[in-house]
């Protein structure tokens, strides 16, 4: 059985990606810091977290997987107006 990954799985497409992997046979874990608001959990397995914290994501990568989808995305409000959020996320990359 094909395990696949799914970052953002709480979101529109990532809902809708995880049923059709679910459908077509596949083991699937979602990954999203919300759940889906209007769809009930399908997933094998589900983990609520920030992707932007090094020890969430590292449990997240716990296995192998044969496929992985990366739909997270900050989809806006004050994450684009203020300065922290922004910072946040960049600070998890390494000085050059």
């Given at each position: 059985?094909?395990?696949?990954?799914?970052?953002?799985?709480?979101?529109?497409?990532?809902?809708?990606?995880?049923?059709?992997?679910?459908?077509?046979?596949?083991?699937?874990?979602?990954v999203d810091i919300k759940a889906h608001?209007?769809?009930?959990?399908?997933?094998?397995?589900?983990?609520?977290?920030?992707?932007?914290?090094?020890?969430?994501?590292?449990?997240?990568?716990?296995?192998?997987?044969?496929?992985?989808?990366?739909?997270?995305?900050?989809?806006?409000?004050?994450g684009y107006l203020l300065p922290a959020?922004?910072?946040?996320?960049?600070?998890?990359?390494?000085?050059?």
């Amino acid at each position: 059985m094909k395990a696949v990954l799914v970052l953002g799985a709480g979101g529109f497409i990532g809902g809708h990606l995880v049923r059709t992997l679910k459908a077509e046979g596949c083991w699937v874990r979602g990954v999203d810091i919300k759940a889906h608001e209007f769809r009930p959990d399908v997933a094998d397995d589900t983990r609520l977290g920030d992707l932007r914290d090094r020890d969430f994501v590292r449990g997240v990568f716990d296995q192998p997987f044969d496929e992985v989808y990366q739909l997270a995305a900050d989809m806006g409000g004050a994450g684009y107006l203020l300065p922290a959020p922004m910072t946040r996320a960049s600070s998890t990359t390494r000085p050059r």
